[in-house]
């Protein structure tokens, strides 16, 4: 038995690169590095409670974040170093587990038990211990006092907002793209092709600076409508073309977009491939250095960086059998 200072995060296992990308991501903003240990488990050097519970909440790949209590070749070890006064008087645990069968971690929460002499609660439990197998074999515990993470995307899909089109894209992918720009709360954070705001509404829950253009008046308006629709916040919503910088604002810390693509998006006459080298080209103009911009494209368009940017990762986002997605995270040099 291994004990482990870090953090543990458990994914969720939709996508390949995706929840891992954010995870990294949002533990960069953080400065921190992490391990990828199998497809759903990854530990880092983080130790602070508060930001794990932060990340967790902010990330729309991530299951579960807590501490990391030991890593151990066999499970019967793993609670062996688990301090016996670790839990509070009273309270209570439950053991869980993403992966792993039931007799397995249901183990693991008798081995808690008697050492620690806590009660279970299953419904409502003070602290979860979760229990993953990594790739190389062996097995992780952590813990967490915040309990089951719980999202609330039905009440911000497409459909529910007060303006839509069907353009507009589900508010787990739009908080993916923002997730992936490295953008941290109080950071001015832009969608230059912002259409129904859907990136905006993430980036202003998440509490950012939120700034959104669109080339369309009344589509524009509806990403305002929407974002009070939810009670949120923005520095500003305006009419614009995204490709002739004039913006009433000085430089910007991160930019996630949806290109227009399609006959679903207006985009008075251009094509996606000149609106996106447009775009690039003169983004390094207001975009800080070190920092991102993350583009969501056909996979079929291939990116002009010129000097100003190089790619940092690319995912593929399959969609049907005419459209794959590309999602391309840039960094300005
Ligand atoms: C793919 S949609 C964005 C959808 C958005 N992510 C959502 O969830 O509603 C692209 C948007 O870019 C806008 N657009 C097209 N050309 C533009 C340009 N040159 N500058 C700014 N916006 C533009 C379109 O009006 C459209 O609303």
Same mark, same amino acid.
């Given at each position: 038995?291994?004990?482990?200072?870090?953090?543990?995060?458990?994914?969720?296992?939709?996508?390949?690169?995706?929840?891992?990308?954010?995870?990294?991501?949002?533990?960069?903003?953080?400065? $921190? /590095?992490?391990?990828?240990?199998? %497809? +759903?488990?990854?530990?880092?050097?983080?130790?602070? #409670?508060?930001? !794990? &519970?932060?990340?967790?909440?902010?990330?729309?790949?991530?299951?579960?974040?807590?501490?990391?209590?030991?890593?151990?070749?066999?499970?019967?070890?793993?609670?062996?170093?688990?301090?016996?006064?670790?839990?509070?008087?009273?309270?209570?645990?439950?053991?869980?587990?993403?992966?792993?069968?039931?007799?397995?971690?249901?183990?693991?929460?008798?081995?808690?038990?008697?050492?620690?002499?806590?009660?279970?609660?299953?419904?409502?439990?003070?602290?979860?211990?979760?229990?993953?197998?990594?790739?190389?074999?062996?097995?992780?515990?952590?813990?967490?006092?915040?309990?089951? $993470? /719980?999202?609330?995307?039905?009440? %911000? +899909?497409?459909?529910?907002?007060?303006?839509?089109? #069907?353009?507009? !894209? &589900?508010?787990?992918?739009?908080?993916?793209?923002?997730?992936?720009?490295?953008?941290?709360?109080?950071?001015?954070?832009?969608?230059?092709?912002?259409?129904?705001?859907?990136?905006?509404?993430?980036?202003?829950?998440?509490?950012?600076?939120?700034?959104?253009?669109?080339?369309?008046?009344?589509?524009?308006?509806?990403?305002?409508?929407?974002?009070?629709?939810?009670?949120?916040?923005?520095?500003?919503?305006?009419?614009?073309?995204?490709?002739?910088?004039?913006?009433?604002?000085?430089?910007?810390?991160?930019?996630?977009?949806?290109?227009?693509?399609?006959?679903?998006?207006?985009?008075?006459?251009?094509?996606?491939?000149?609106?996106?080298?447009?775009?690039?080209?003169?983004?390094?103009? !207001?975009?800080?250095?070190?920092?991102?911009?993350?583009?969501?494209?056909?996979?079929?368009?291939?990116?002009?960086?010129?000097?100003?940017?190089?790619?940092?990762?690319?995912?593929?986002?399959?969609?049907?059998?005419?459209?794959?997605?590309?999602?391309?995270?840039?960094?300005?040099?």
């Amino acid at each position: 038995m291994r004990p482990l200072s870090g953090s543990v995060f458990i994914l969720s296992g939709e996508e390949l690169t995706l929840p891992f990308a954010e995870i990294r991501a949002l533990l960069e903003t953080c400065g $921190k /590095k992490c391990e990828r240990l199998s %497809r +759903r488990v990854v530990v880092s050097e983080l130790e602070d #409670p508060i930001k !794990i &519970y932060e990340i967790t909440e902010r990330a729309a790949y991530v299951r579960f974040g807590g501490l990391l209590v030991s890593r151990a070749l066999n499970h019967y070890h793993l609670a062996e170093d688990l301090d016996p006064d670790s839990m509070e008087k009273g309270k209570t645990f439950a053991a869980d587990s993403e992966t792993l069968p039931k007799e397995i971690y249901g183990e693991i929460g008798g081995q808690i038990k008697q050492r620690t002499g806590a009660r279970v609660s299953l419904e409502n439990p003070d602290y979860v211990f979760q229990v993953e197998r990594t790739d190389a074999g062996d097995f992780v515990l952590g813990v967490s006092s915040r309990g089951t $993470k /719980k999202f609330s995307w039905k009440e %911000r +899909r497409p459909r529910a907002r007060k303006f839509f089109l #069907p353009s507009a !894209i &589900y508010p787990k992918l739009a908080r993916l793209l923002v997730n992936l720009s490295r953008v941290k709360p109080g950071d001015y954070f832009l969608d230059p092709f912002c259409g129904t705001g859907s990136l905006l509404i993430e980036s202003s829950l998440m509490g950012m600076r939120t700034i959104g253009i669109d080339l369309t008046r009344w589509i524009a308006r509806g990403a305002k409508l929407n974002l009070k629709g939810f009670g949120l916040s923005y520095e500003s919503i305006i009419r614009a073309d995204s490709t002739f910088q004039s913006l009433p604002l000085a430089r910007i810390d991160a930019i996630a977009t949806d290109v227009p693509y399609g006959r679903a998006s207006s985009t008075k006459g251009k094509n996606t491939l000149q609106i996106v080298r447009e775009f690039v080209a003169s983004s390094s103009d !207001i975009l800080n250095p070190d920092k991102y911009c993350v583009l969501m494209h056909p996979s079929n368009v291939e990116l002009e960086l010129g000097g100003s940017f190089v790619i940092a990762e690319q995912h593929m986002l399959y969609v049907h059998r005419n459209l794959t997605r590309a999602i391309s995270v840039l960094r300005r040099n």
